[in-house]
T-cell receptor
Framework: DSGVTQTPKHLITATGQRVTLRCSPRSGDLSVYWYQQSLDQGLQFLIQ???????AKGNILERFSAQQFPDLHSELNLSSLELGDSALYFC??????????????FGPGTRLTVL | GESVGLHLPTLSVQEGDNSIINCAYSNSASDYFIWYKQESGKGPQFIID?????DKRQGQRVTVLLNKTVKHLSLQIAATQPGDSAVYFCAEKKNTGNQFYFGTGTSLTVIP
């Protein structure tokens, strides 16, 4: 158990809908990262928040957004869902803002299925 | 852009044998590398890391080797056990950035 929690574990929805994924980082960690993992694909970095502020942005679609709240939990919002958005979404957390040796610890993931 | 790839998508080894999982990276500016293990239905789990100023680092039953000349990273698992069956990802990061770049993964199957 990494100490990172994600809810829900599974989510099934229809195209065009909007969903929110939630992540609670490890105690003491200030950074939260979101990743997408599609079938047979590696982990694609989406976005990072550090202490409430956006720190880095990867290949995140405009239909997706995220935020980190004062209690440091984070939410990833996915809107106008398409079939291709079906994937595992992982949250990771780290102590610092992302310096080289800032190890990221991953949560168990949310499996999103868009029908 | 950055590219992290794996030489082999699957690897099968006999229980008790040593496993070697390879990874090639393309960004010579990367100076930090991590190996993660992902079991079915779970999130990636940190195994071991190495900085670019090192060429070898050892952990418990695992060793990571870094060859910067050919931009190659490998993970060696000693006395492989059934519990080692998983997908293994390498990831690289530049010290100036926050983003990790992950490979597509190698699936390791341990045969009892």
């Amino acid at each position: 158990d990494s100490g990172v929690t994600q809810t829900p574990k599974h989510l099934i929805t229809a195209t065009g809908q909007r969903v929110t994924l939630r992540c609670s980082p490890r105690s003491g960690d200030l950074s939260v990262y979101w990743y997408q993992q599609s079938l047979d694909q590696g982990l694609q970095f989406l976005i990072q928040y550090y202490n409430g502020e956006e720190r880095a942005k990867g290949n995140i679609l405009e239909r997706f957004s995220a935020q980190q709240f004062p209690d440091l939990h984070s939410e990833l919002n996915l809107s106008s869902l398409e079939l291709g958005d079906s994937a595992l979404y992982f949250c990771a957390s780290s102590v610092g803002g992302g310096r080289a040796e800032d190890t990221q610890y991953f949560g168990p993931g949310t499996r999103l299925t868009v029908l | 852009g950055e590219s992290v790839g794996l030489h082999l998508p699957t690897l099968s080894v006999q229980e008790g044998d040593n496993s070697i999982i390879n990874c090639a990276y393309s960004n010579s500016a990367s100076d930090y590398f991590i190996w993660y293990k992902q079991e079915s239905g779970k999130g990636p789990q940190f195994i071991i890391d190495i900085r670019s100023n090192m060429d070898k680092r050892q952990g418990q039953r695992v060793t990571v080797l870094l060859n910067k000349t050919v931009k190659h990273l490998s993970l060696q698992i000693a006395a492989t056990q059934p519990g080692d069956s998983a997908v293994y990802f390498c990831a690289e990061k530049k010290n100036t950035g926050n983003q990790f770049y992950f490979g597509t993964g190698t699936s390791l199957t341990v045969i009892p």
